[in-house]
């Protein structure tokens, strides 16, 4: 078993930055990718950014330029670094791992999850 703790979300005005992160513990040597989704009341979790062991990272369109996905040397600690926030990345963010490499943000691709933490972004 891998657990998965986010922590670092908030309330932060539009243009802000904020600095999500995902402390790991448990079988975290079964993992080979990492990431961060996000979901709104009503909406689908949708991914948000990935990276594999090796250091490959993968974004959506709609955060690339302003997050950046980075793991510490242990694999310890996810992090994912949010600038120039808008009012729609407003959602609850989730830490997410799986077995196999990254190659898809499909949900059922993750084995584990965290239980979130919250961002809002207020104009």
């Known amino acids: 078993q891998v657990r998965l703790v986010e922590s670092g979300g908030g309330s932060v005005q539009a243009g802000g930055s904020l600095r999500l992160s995902c402390s790991t513990s448990?079988?975290?040597?079964?993992?080979?990718?990492w990431a961060w989704f996000r979901q709104t009341p009503g909406k689908e979790r949708a991914g948000v950014a990935s990276?594999?062991?090796?250091?490959?990272?993968a974004y959506a369109d709609s955060v690339k330029g302003r997050f950046t996905i980075s793991q510490d040397n242990a694999r310890k600690n996810l992090y994912l670094q949010m600038n120039s926030l808008k009012p729609e990345d407003t959602a609850m963010y989730y830490c997410?791992?799986?077995?196999?490499?990254?190659?898809?943000?499909?949900?059922?691709?993750?084995?584990?999850w965290g239980q979130g933490t919250q961002v809002t972004v207020s104009s």
């Open positions: 448990g079988h975290t040597y079964s993992v080979n990718c």
């Open positions: 990276i594999n062991n090796d250091g490959t990272t």
């Open positions: 997410a791992a799986a077995g196999s490499r990254c190659f898809s943000f499909q949900t059922r691709d993750y084995n584990y």
